[in-house]
């Protein structure tokens, strides 16, 4: 007799790192300004774009902690791509020291 869970989906895994990008220069050149501020997922980066407007992106549980008003670098911004069955992928800003 054959396993009848093995062909099931397993729901509600850990999120894994897929993927870790730094921002390039053309999208530095994109950005004012970035800062850490409170959103529905905990902290997010706000990123302040040159022509008006934001974009947000949780940040990572990884790396540099900064407080809610702090001011990011952008230099030591990586992009984190998670994954795990089941789920659509997410980023995940991830600070790191300088």
Do not use: H
């Not at 850990?14 to 390039?24: G, I, M, Q, S």
């Amino acid at each position: 007799m054959s396993n009848i869970f093995g062909g099931l989906t397993i729901y509600a895994q850990k999120w894994e790192v897929k993927d870790e990008v730094a921002l390039d220069a053309e999208d530095k050149a994109q950005f004012s300004s970035a800062k850490v501020v409170s959103s529905d997922f905990g902290k997010s980066v706000c990123f302040f774009l040159k022509g008006g407007g934001q974009q947000y992106i949780p940040m990572s549980n990884q790396g540099e902690q900064l407080a809610v008003g702090d001011s990011v670098n952008l230099d030591a911004v990586t992009i984190q791509i998670l994954g795990r069955p089941g789920d659509k992928d997410i980023m995940r800003a991830k600070i790191n020291a300088l």
